[in-house]
């Protein structure tokens, strides 16, 4: 009845059965209207539900997806193994990369270079920087040594070959003393020793230091300490010697050796 009062107030005029259907429309279009809306809402339900189950699907494939690239990985492994297992038992020959590759160029380059330098001058085979007695405390002598800033190439080449004898003296001594006693276990006290005399000093710095030391004294003694009175010191360098192998320093040697053999031969 209120629609029907407002429906009389706008129409003013119109017959009382032209308002009553009008009324009628209204109330149909009232109902669709609430239907839509409740459609809607009924729609929306559904959208988010399936939102929900899309999330859920999502989680499921990637959680299926990481197991599956485990099992995968998984049966690599398996395969691989046995092929690994085969690998160790044969002879396995390393791959060489362009670093190592370079580094070999330049060992063979500073090797070359070196024989070319001994068998110029004429070849002497004599300790000229021998050690001086038995009475001589060998750690105070290294550690003299070590703390000694020498800047002449050639002077400093001869304190490093001083260093590495005294260091091989001290070495043959404690093993006359303690023949129980591990070479390493040796080494190692002497390092300890030699760290008590040098302040600022850190075992790194003295073992790399007596490395370089002793490749300079197994290769002057080789081809012989006289040279470096000779050499080039910009070609003959402790840097360079430092490069090379124990192997590669006695190739060096054995080249210089017999090249001068030659060179006598052909006099």
């Known amino acids: 009845m209120e629609s029907m ?9 119109l017959e009382k059965d032209e308002i009553e259907g009008l009324n009628r429309k209204l109330r149909i279009s009232e109902k669709q209207i609430r239907n839509l809306i409740k459609r809607i809402e009924e729609l929306e ?5 399936l939102k929900e189950e899309n999330k859920d699907l999502k989680k ?3 959680s299926e997806y990481v197991d599956d690239e485990a099992k995968v990985t998984k049966n690599k492994r398996r395969k691989i193994q046995p092929e690994t297992i085969e690998e160790e038992e044969s002879e396995i020959v390393p791959v060489e990369t362009n670093e190592e590759e370079l580094q070999k160029e330049e060992q063979q380059k500073i090797m070359k270079e070196f024989v070319m330098e001994f068998t110029k001058k004429k070849y002497v085979n ?13 750690i105070e002598e290294m550690a003299k040594i070590l703390r000694k800033q020498v800047e002449d190439k050639r002077e400093r080449m001869k304190e490093r070959i001083k260093l590495a004898k005294y260091f091989e003296k001290k070495v043959k001594k ?27 000093c850190v075992p790194s710095n003295i073992k790399l230091e007596m490395s ?23 070609i003959v360098t ?3 010697i430092r490069e090379l192998s124990d192997e590669q320093i006695d190739e060096v040697i054995r080249r210089v050796k017999k090249d001068l053999k030659e060179i006598v031969e052909k006099l």
């Open 60 to 62: 499921r494939k990637r």
């Open 238 to 240: 402790a840097s360079k």
């Open 174 to 200: 404690e093993m006359e003393k303690n023949p129980t006693k591990g070479v390493n276990k040796i080494k190692k006290e002497i390092y300890e020793e030699l760290l008590g005399k040098i302040v600022g």
């Open 45 to 49: 339900n559904e959208n988010k539900k």
């Open 126 to 138: 004599e300790e000229i920087y021998e050690i001086q007695n038995n009475n001589e405390d060998e």
């Open 212 to 234: 370089r030391a002793k490749k300079i004294l197994r290769l002057f003694r080789g081809v012989g300490e006289e040279n470096i009175r000779y050499m080039n010191t910009k």
């Open 5 to 13: 009062t407002k429906i009389s107030l706008l129409t003013g005029n």
